[in-house]
């Protein structure tokens, strides 16, 4: 099968491997745009209000588009680092009526330490010099404050625009959005994908014992403490059902630096860092056992009302199956033989033969393998 290469890919591609600068750089990319609108907006008012009236504004489309890409990069580059820094933070944790009440004291504060930066120093030292008839803002008082509250009023809502979109990336992961936009998956697309079934041992137990609240909240930090090891392994959520993850890699990903095991022992890892956590609060540490599959699936959008991008297929079928034979092999993360053929064997990784397999709904077997690593003892 042909490997294909599109723009989603490449979007992804760069989101994990360098995502603090291919986050930066979008919404340096969002607000230019943002600003380099604004200025056409005051080009357009101003040579409209020179038509009627005696009053020469001097105002070029050219200067407004070096303030704009000015404006964009100084607002992207701070803003972005911002929207990182709460996300390393438990800020994220907190309800979205809070944190947009949290925003909306502290972006003020921020666009207005920003608007006094481009003030005294941009303006006064880059724009000044280079265009002169811009020199009748800095002059006037009134005319910079009053194009101060024009900004403001103008970034509050791009604000929301942009955190939305930022959101909406969030939710389909990087590279989907435009495409999405475009109607791309409006009609199915075939792909070849890894699909991981991460599933929690003895669940049932579990909730027994804790009761619905409290296991309720063990799965939240569960798969938040998933989450932390995505980006690093190039991974995507598809879905949560249940206590169940289910995790896809483009073939290209999943392939790269063997992100598709690499993965699982990296939950393992976590969940071995925060096991005093889970002790303290729910008397044991959550274990997960895993099966894996690669093969075709068709992508195609789905929903009127919710909207989202589905996987069809045998191969999520087959993922699901694998993961289903693990207590009864005793072990822990099973793969299928294309998985095995796909990745490039390394020391770090043994792999066990656990033989052919009837899989319920398949006519032929399927030869089945274990994944152990040299850092973890697994039956």
């Known amino acids: ?28 990319n969002y607000w ?6 604004f200025s056409a907006i005051v080009y357009y008012t101003a040579i409209t209000i020179d038509q009627v009236s005696i009053a020469n504004t001097e105002i070029s489309f050219g200067m407004l588009a070096v303030i704009s890409v000015f404006f964009g990069v100084i607002f992207g580059v701070v803003l972005g680092f911002v ?3 709460e996300e390393k933070t438990r800020f994220k944790r907190l309800s979205l009526g809070l944190i947009i009440l949290i925003r909306s004291a502290i972006y003020p504060l921020l666009l207005f330490g920003i608007m006094s930066l481009l003030r005294f120093v941009v303006w006064d030292y880059i724009i000044e010099p280079n265009y002169p008839a811009s020199k009748v803002i800095s002059e006037s008082h009134v005319t910079w404050r009053n194009l101060t509250i024009i900004l403001l009023i103008f970034t509050a809502p791009m604000s929301a625009i942009i955190s939305f979109i930022n959101q909406m990336n969030k939710k389909f992961g990087p590279g989907v959005l435009i495409p999405m936009l475009l109607g791309r998956y409006r009609t199915p697309k075939e792909q070849e994908r890894f699909f991981m079934f991460l599933d929690l041992k003895s669940s049932t ?34 879905q949560y059902v249940g206590d169940e993850v289910v995790i896809t890699w483009p073939w290209q990903e999943g392939i790269r630096n063997l992100s598709c095991l690499k993965l699982y022992f990296d939950v393992r890892e976590v969940f071995y860092q925060r096991r005093s956590h889970y002790l ?42 694998i993961q289903g ?38 006519n032929k077997p399927i030869e089945l393998f274990s994944v152990n690593y040299k850092q973890f003892l697994l039956s």
Do not use: W
């Not at 230019?32 to 609108?37: E, K, P, Q, S, T």
């Open 1 to 28: 099968m042909k490997r294909e290469f599109d723009y989603t890919t490449r979007a992804r591609t760069m989101a994990f491997r360098y995502p603090v600068i291919s986050f930066i750089g979008t919404q340096v």
């Open 83 to 85: 929207e990182l820094l």
């Open 280 to 321: 303290s609060r729910y008397g044991f540490v959550p274990e997960f056992k895993a099966g894996m599959h690669l093969g075709k699936v068709t992508a195609v959008e789905v929903g009127e009302i919710k909207r989202d991008i589905a996987y069809h297929g045998d191969t999520l079928n087959t993922a699901a199956r």
């Open 32 to 37: 230019v745009l943002a600003f380099i609108l």
């Open 205 to 238: 137990t579990h909730a027994e014992n804790l009761g619905h609240i409290k296991y309720s909240a063990m799965i939240r930090d569960s798969f938040m403490d998933i989450n932390r090891v995505l980006t690093a392994n190039n991974a995507e959520i598809y």
């Open 325 to 362: 034979l693990c207590n009864e092999l005793k072990r822990t993360f099973i793969i299928s033989s294309s998985v095995e053929k796909a990745i490039v064997k390394t020391k770090d990784y043994n792999f066990t033969s656990l033989g052919e397999r009837s899989l319920k709904g398949k």
